[in-house]
């Protein structure tokens, strides 16, 4: 008797991709079409320009830029919902743990993408390696949504950014042209609340490792967003 071919299920064997697989998509839905019924115009401009750049692979970066309380966090599991009960995957981290529990699914930048602590303008996500399971997850992964993000230095970022364009030239050698590598990712925070920590650094020093410090700042299409609260609670 012949071997089976193991390659047509080799996928089925990265708990990575198959995780954010198996949520249930009919609960949902539901949860989706209650979460649309309760947008504001501001956050349904911002839902769907997300949506379009990710459905149709155009790539693209997006900042919200929002106090708390305006609804960012109900953004988020509006899109996550939205596109998991599709079948597609939804990678959601946070420059916080706090932050990161609010989310179905969501962990810290650092855990996620393997960024070093002492994080220099040379670093680059230790665990994305081109044919590893995290790049799987990543380049098969619709969206990718950061919360806190003007929190955590630039250099993670651009971390990020460098690694994303290593894996994802493999598909495309025009992506290593493009930010993060052609994916759709959506940042979001406040940046009058806490800043990067730069030891015995002087204002300026936390000025320049911020986000808006970065060459990346230039590709982010802003959303300023003052949204009502949103009282959502899921039957």
């Not at 947008?39 to 155009?58: G, I, P, S, W, Y």
């Not at 220099?120 to 399971?133: M, Q, W």
């Not at 970022?157 to 590598?181: H, I, Q, T, W």
């Not at 990067?196 to 410090?213: F, H, N």
Request: charged share 20%; hydrophobic share 40%.
């Amino acid at each position: 008797m012949s071997f089976p071919d193991m390659s047509a299920t080799a996928h089925h064997r990265n708990s990575l991709v198959m995780d954010p697989l198996s949520y249930d998509r009919h609960s949902l839905s539901e949860e989706h079409e209650i979460q649309l019924s309760s947008m504001t115009d501001e956050q349904r401009l911002v839902f769907n320009e997300v949506m379009e750049a990710a459905l149709n692979n155009k790539g693209g970066v997006f900042f919200v830029y929002g106090y708390g309380g305006t609804g960012k966090t109900f953004l988020w599991r509006a899109l996550c919902a939205c596109f998991r009960s599709k079948g597609d995957i939804v990678v959601v981290v946070a420059s916080s743990g706090i932050a990161a529990t609010l989310i179905l699914g969501g962990v810290t930048a650092h855990s996620r993408f393997g960024i070093s602590i002492n994080v220099t303008e040379d670093s680059i996500c230790s665990r994305i390696k081109p044919g590893n399971d995290l790049a799987e997850l990543l380049i098969r992964a619709k969206l990718i949504i950061w919360d806190e993000a003007p929190m955590t230095h630039r250099h993670c970022f651009e971390a990020l950014d460098k690694s994303l364009k290593d894996v994802m030239r493999l598909l495309d050698v025009g992506n290593a042209e493009l930010p993060f590598g052609g994916k759709v990712v959506v940042f979001g925070g406040d940046f009058r609340q806490t800043l990067p920590v730069v030891s015995k650094g002087s204002r300026a020093d936390v000025v320049a490792a911020s986000l808006c410090s970065s060459y990346l700042w230039s590709f982010c299409k802003l959303y300023i967003s003052f949204f009502k609260y949103q009282y959502y609670r899921f039957m």
